[in-house]
């Protein structure tokens, strides 16, 4: 009987690699879903982006507290 | 030459598993347990994430039970050969290499709690590997094996992802979060010992010192008892604050009422009587206590919407 590619060995490996593949395709999107959604919420990641900006530093605007804790950066 | 093939087919079948047969490695039961019970921690939250970080939180919750699930089998792969529940998974019915097991359960054990850790926080990460560490080492490894009290305490690994979740939308622990914690803890020892009440021959077989096998099933039916009793205040404590009300609180009376009337027919019931109607109180309990389990965080996630609380400010829920 030949060792065709009917047997039950290649259907197995397809399926796993099948499944390996969506699994991943999945992996990958959430983690882009995960990056659009943190980047979008935005927080204060860019007032303080190696150099300080105070245009978007909100407490700077308001003279509340988040300006006068931001530190002295010098280039 | 059917004989060959016959033969190319066994010595080829460790390393050519299906994509099912790993999936079978994560306890896909177990984890639709994790998924619920985390799901409802991170919805009731009083800090909500984004749909994309809360839907990110069950899954990688969930992998990480997964993960624990397959270190399980890895260990467990000798007495669950001699078990005929467990026979047929995939280490003992030679789908699965051992080897295989414990590096799919090691690597998503590292991928689970890192990207929980960067999709929530670090305090979630943590705890989830507390959690997989709890299950593994604590329980599989050390307890399940050496005392009768295993699941009682090994049960701890179970009642962790309601309160990951909790902390995952939080980044703090509560007393909310605790009391999801505490029923599932409480619930577990009644619900595993009324399924060792009808596999007994299984655990025997495979020495495992179950409370049935080392104190008898008397012992065991008085546990049970003892334990519902114990369940029966957290159940209805978490009515009184911020996750429960009044929608819970019947939830969780008809419940506690129905799990304690079970408990008490399995108390005073004989062993002839049990095995003339093979155990079907017993597995009825069994059966009962998943309705239990998730009737009540079903009301969790009910008093969670506005609806709840409508009808409490309309019946003037005073707590």
Same mark, same amino acid.
């Given at each position: 009987m030949a060792?065709?590619?009917?047997?039950d060995l290649h259907k197995r490996r397809w399926g796993r690699n099948a499944g390996l593949g969506l699994t991943l395709l999945a992996f990958v999107a959430l983690v882009f879903g995960l990056t659009i959604a943190k980047v979008q919420r935005g927080d204060q990641m860019q007032g303080f982006d190696h150099t300080y900006q105070v245009e978007r530093d909100p407490g700077a605007r308001t003279?509340? =507290? =988040?300006?006068? =804790?931001a530190p002295e950066v010098s280039e | 030459m059917s004989d060959i093939q016959a033969d190319i087919t066994r010595q080829t079948r460790t390393g050519e598993a299906g994509f099912g047969d790993y999936v079978q490695l994560l306890k896909p039961r177990v984890m639709s347990l994790v998924v619920f019970t985390a799901m409802v921690g991170l919805? +009731?939250?009083? +800090?909500? !994430?984004?749909?994309?970080?809360? !839907?990110a939180a069950v899954i990688f919750i969930a992998l990480g039970g997964g993960a624990s699930g397959a270190l399980n089998m890895w260990w467990d792969a000798d007495i669950d050969r001699v078990m005929k529940r467990t026979a047929n998974r995939p280490i003992p019915s030679g789908a699965v290499a051992s080897g295989e097991a414990l590096g799919l359960g090691l690597a998503l054990s590292g991928i689970s709690v890192v990207m929980l850790g960067l999709a929530?926080?670090? !305090?979630?990460?943590g705890l989830l590997a507390f959690t997989i560490f709890f299950y593994a080492v604590i329980y599989t490894i050390w307890l399940?094996?050496?005392t009768p009290q295993n699941i009682v305490i090994g049960g701890a690994a179970g009642a962790f992802p309601p309160m990951i979740g909790w902390v995952a939308a939080t980044g703090s622990f509560s007393l909310e979060s605790v009391l999801m914690f505490a029923l599932i803890f409480m619930w577990t020892p009644p619900h595993f010992w009324a399924l060792a009440l009808f596999m007994n021959s299984d655990y025997s077989k495979a020495k495992v010192p179950m409370l049935t096998v080392t104190h008898g099933r008397r012992v065991t039916r008085a546990h049970i008892l003892v334990y519902t009793i114990a369940l029966i205040p957290v159940a209805l404590g978490a009515a009184f604050t911020s996750i429960g009300g009044p929608v819970y609180l019947g939830v969780a009376l008809v419940l506690n009422t129905l799990f304690l009337i079970g408990a008490w027919r399995i108390w005073r019931r004989p062993e002839d009587a049990a095995e003339a109607d093979k155990y079907a109180v017993e597995k009825r309990f069994f059966g009962l206590s998943l309705a239990y389990l998730f009737g009540h965080f079903a009301a969790f996630l009910v008093e969670a919407t506005p609806f709840a609380d409508s009808f409490a400010a309309w019946i003037g829920w005073g707590f």
């Open positions: 060792f065709t590619r009917e047997h003279g509340g =507290a =988040a300006s006068q =804790a | 919805l +009731v939250a009083p +800090v909500q !994430l984004h749909p994309v970080e809360t !839907l929530t926080n670090w !305090l979630a990460g399940k094996r050496s």
